[in-house]
């Protein structure tokens, strides 16, 4: 009885940092999902363009980073970049922690992206870019008034699950610094030595999150219509 109640004070004590790492969280991944959201829109067209301008650095954008960990991605942007700047120009260079989750994971999510928005692009059927650009649309035009509105409706269902897997890998940002739910556990665990009770409380947090974010979706897919096309 007596662990048990060392335990619940524990996560009792560690609540108020951990909803403020999980509101840094939650941000991180909000402005990552939003950034990465327009690269993945623009590397999707990219892949799908006949330019090869455009095509193969597109495929070599998503084939890497889908192809590499982000753990490894957030370390070569946070040390390998800076450490090889310095290298040239003699002068130290540092990013800001947060900074540099944000852009990592905006990078990461983008590739991701790119392919559910691909994949929701090629799932209008053809016949209505045919149909349009009979009408005298242009192709971009077509694409933006006709394609992508329906595309989107139904890549809804895979980008919120992006946003829920993104909000979990923003974990790793824990080990270049940055405060979010993860870290502010680490620092409280460094102090009490109390690992058990103050990961069962991160883990609670994350699931809120998740468990709030799926609700969201769900509901959004509803509002909109999704899966009565």
């Known amino acids: ?10 996560i009792i004590n560690v609540m108020p940092s951990l909803l403020q790492g999980a509101v840094i969280t939650v941000e991180v991944t909000s402005l990552s999902v939003f950034f990465g959201t327009i690269i993945g829109i623009f590397m999707a067209l990219g892949k799908l363009s006949k330019s090869k301008i455009f095509h193969y650095p597109s495929v070599v954008y998503i084939d890497f980073i889908r192809g590499t960990p982000l753990l490894v991605q ?7 970049i800076p450490g090889l700047i310095s290298s040239v120009t003699g002068e130290p260079l540092r990013i800001d922690p947060i900074l540099a989750g944000v852009v990592v994971c905006s990078i990461n999510s983008g ?18 870019m045919e149909a349009a650009r009979s009408l005298g649309m242009s192709h971009s035009q077509t694409m933006k008034d006709i ?11 895979p980008l919120g699950n992006e946003f829920i897997v993104l909000l979990k890998d923003s974990s790793l940002l824990a080990v270049i610094g940055v ?10 665990v460094a102090t009490t030595f109390a690992s ?3 990961y069962i409380g991160v883990a609670l947090v994350y699931l809120v999150m998740t468990l709030t974010i799926s609700r969201l979706v769900h509901y959004s897919e509803r509002r909109l219509g999704v899966g009565n096309d």
């Open 111 to 128: 590739a991701y992206v790119a392919e559910i928005v691909r994949a929701g692009i090629q799932s209008i059927e053809k016949g209505q």
């Open 179 to 188: 405060p979010e739910l993860l870290k502010s556990g680490q620092l409280y």
């Open 147 to 157: 394609i992508l509105p329906q595309a989107f409706r139904r890549i809804m269902p």
């Open 196 to 198: 058990f009770p103050v």
């Open 1 to 10: 009885m007596d662990i048990l109640q060392s335990y619940i004070g524990h």
């Open 74 to 80: 957030i370390l070569l942007f946070y040390y390998g």
